[in-house]
């Protein structure tokens, strides 16, 4: 079975500063996708950024990118010059056919 | 196009009740997906439908069950509550999560509370 870890239960950032995400997960599969979401405080859950096993290149949405590492199955992700609104739960996911997981979570709080 | 909308947004039942909560896709959305996410378990898979069937199923008891229309809004159903069923039921829709290049959208929830 999948799993998916987000070792950094909560984490803090000052305004406008880098903060990185980790997140690891544990496959026999070669082809799936990852998924980083985020839900804001009593707010829906949105897609920040997604990225394909099969690409080397890491995915890149504005403000947010990843270190995607197959071989140490390890999917960080980094959010650039942090804003207030950027404060929120953070997923990290793994998905198969028919199947997604996700981590635990990790609670960003970005500090004025 | 409009969300993945949930009905309705917030629930209170007391146990040995049973519930459902209802969940409209995307527009061409053919897949939905549900998920309980609750403080201490965070987010777990409950059980996904394409074309009115289910395709894959979490590890919940069979309390928790059920269905997709053929306009593919879906319902859930969770007979005999228990105190520990309180959580916030998500659904998502995607076109097709069989197919490696989907992404998932999510609704609001719905806040179940059962005393």
């Known amino acids: ?62 403000r947010f990118s990843v270190n995607f590492q197959k071989a140490a199955k390890s999917f960080s992700l ?18 198969r056919v028919n199947d997604m997981r996700f981590g635990a979570g990790t609670r960003l709080t970005v500090k004025p | 196009k409009a969300g993945v909308t ?31 996410q609750t403080p201490g378990q965070g987010l777990q898979f409950l059980f996904e439908y394409f074309s009115e069937t289910q395709r894959n199923k979490g590890n919940f008891p069979g309390r928790f069950s059920g269905r997709q ?22 659904c998502a829709s995607s076109l097709d999560l069989a197919e490696r290049t989907d992404t998932q959208y999510f609704g609001p929830g719905t806040r179940l509370t059962v005393l």
């Not at chain 1, 405080?41 to 950024?49: A, D, F, H, T």
């Not at chain 1, 953070?90 to 998905?95: Q, R, T, V």
């Not at chain 2, 520990?84 to 039921?89: E, R």
Request: net charge negative.
């Open chain 1, 1 to 62: 079975a999948q799993t998916v870890t987000q070792s950094q239960p909560e984490m803090s950032v000052q305004e406008a500063e880098t903060v990185t995400l980790s997140c690891t997960y544990d496959t026999s599969e070669n082809n799936y996708y990852l998924f980083w979401y985020k839900q804001p405080p009593s707010r829906q859950m949105i897609l920040v950024i997604r990225q394909e096993a099969y690409k080397q290149q890491n995915a890149t949405e504005n």
């Open chain 1, 78 to 95: 980094k959010i650039s010059d942090s804003q207030l609104g950027d404060t929120a739960m953070y997923f990290c996911a793994f998905s």
């Open chain 2, 6 to 36: 949930q009905t309705p947004r917030y629930l209170i039942k007391t146990r040995g009740q049973q519930v459902t909560l209802s969940c409209s896709p995307i527009s061409g959305h053919r897949s939905v997906s549900w998920y309980q």
């Open chain 2, 69 to 90: 229309f053929s306009n593919s809004r879906s319902e859930m159903n969770v007979s005999t509550l228990e105190l520990g069923d309180s959580a916030l039921y998500l």
